[in-house]
């Protein structure tokens, strides 16, 4: 997939930092915003989206707190975590409840432009490995597998 079709959603209250990611990711992808926490899951369960960047420090509900009900919700967006605060103790919870990156203020715009396109490299890599499960479970059915002897028809009810 071309950057241009990936969505990608902004979630920060500082206007200069949405405007600043707006201008860094809105060449290669298509990208809105929000400055509260507490809308982002209304937004990504209208419209998909591939990427959220959140920001830890928003009103309504905090990143982290976010960050939870995707996890719990099973909501499939990947997500790059991007606060001011450089704890480790933060960064580890932030990953365990599936943020695929962690990145903080202030960031380097072309070290930030690099983290998200790996990020949609992993999830093409995932995609891909996905489509080729499902093509090889569907060559092994037992189904196809010809055989009409007495033999093999207990060793098909056995399976």
Known sequence: MNGAGYRILVADDEEGIRRLLYDILSESYRVDSVTRGDIIIET?????????VLDLQLPGLTGMEVLE??????????????????????????????????????????????????????????????????EVGESLRFSQIIGSSPQMKKIFATL
């Open 44 to 52: 990504v369960n209208r419209e998909h989206y591939d990427l959220l």
């Open 69 to 134: 009900q995707i996890h719990a919700g099973k909501i499939p967006i990947a997500v790059l975590v991007i606060t001011a605060s450089n704890d480790i103790d933060t960064a580890i919870r932030a990953m365990k409840l599936g943020a695929y990156d962690y990145v903080t203020k202030p960031f380097d715009s072309e070290r930030f432009g690099v983290v998200v396109r790996n990020i949609f490299e992993r999830l093409d890599l995932q995609r891909e490995l996905t489509a080729l499960r499902e």
